[in-house]
């Protein structure tokens, strides 16, 4: 997948206000602070198209960007901040869930680990949702330049067993290296085309 024009389509909260268009849409999901926009700036090439921060909750609204107006890239608030007030945690809850049952062109999910931490309730939480919903998701293990290469091995390991998955499906990251931005692209792409491959019209 090449990405050469990237477009902020619009920050929403509610159905009503996501965009109204129907090309295939990607999310990006994860624990606040684990990287998932800093993710969707190396994808796109973007320093800073998208906003991040080293403060946790940086993210507060579900943010929509328009690749090549061809493809959707979502970014997620991130969930299991402690700090952020009761109100916003109790916003997020509604927010995202809405999002995930209500948004029709939603085909896939990445799912994104810490690869320096265990995956908790909420990850498995959200994998077992997705699992029942018959959403595809990849998940990647993110913040790869912490670790030696020997203990991105051996995380990689203890992650995909915990999320049932063989070492293989997970993909390992970094917005520092941009290890792993291929991978990841090349899997969004089989993912459009196999949804492509089944919407086709057959007339
Ligand atoms: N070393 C390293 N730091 C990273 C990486 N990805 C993100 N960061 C840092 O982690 C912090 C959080 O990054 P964000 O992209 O804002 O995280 P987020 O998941 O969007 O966070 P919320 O929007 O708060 O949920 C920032 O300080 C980033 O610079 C990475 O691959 N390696
Ligand atoms: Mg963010």
């Not at 690869?115 to 998940?139: C, G, K, Q, T, Y």
Request: aromatic content about 8%.
């Amino acid at each position: 997948m090449k990405i050469r024009d990237v477009q902020f389509v619009k920050s929403a909260v509610k159905p009503d206000q996501y965009p109204d268009y129907a090309v295939p849409e990607i999310a990006f999901a994860g624990r606040s602070n684990v990287g998932k926009s800093s993710m969707i700036n190396t994808l796109i090439q973007r320093k800073d198209l998208v906003k991040t921060s080293s403060r946790p909750g940086c993210t507060q609204l579900i943010n929509f960007f328009l690749i090549d107006e061809t493809v959707s890239f979502v970014d997620l608030p991130g969930y299991g901040y402690a700090k952020v007030s009761k109100k916003i945690r109790a916003a997020w809850q509604p927010m995202v869930e809405n999002y995930l049952t209500h948004r029709s062109n939603l085909l896939g999910l990445v799912l994104i680990i810490d690869i320096r931490r265990d995956p908790r309730e909420e990850e498995r939480n959200l994998a077992r949702w997705l699992i029942s919903h018959n959403m595809p998701f990849l998940v990647v293990l993110t913040k790869a330049d912490k670790l030696s290469k020997t203990q991105q091995q051996k995380r990689a390991g203890a992650i995909s067993s915990q999320m049932n998955r063989n070492s293989g499906e997970v993909i390992l990251f970094s917005a520092k290296t941009r290890v792993g931005r291929e991978a990841i692209l090349d899997e969004i792409d089989n993912l459009i085309t196999w949804y492509e491959g089944g919407t086709e019209d057959t007339d």
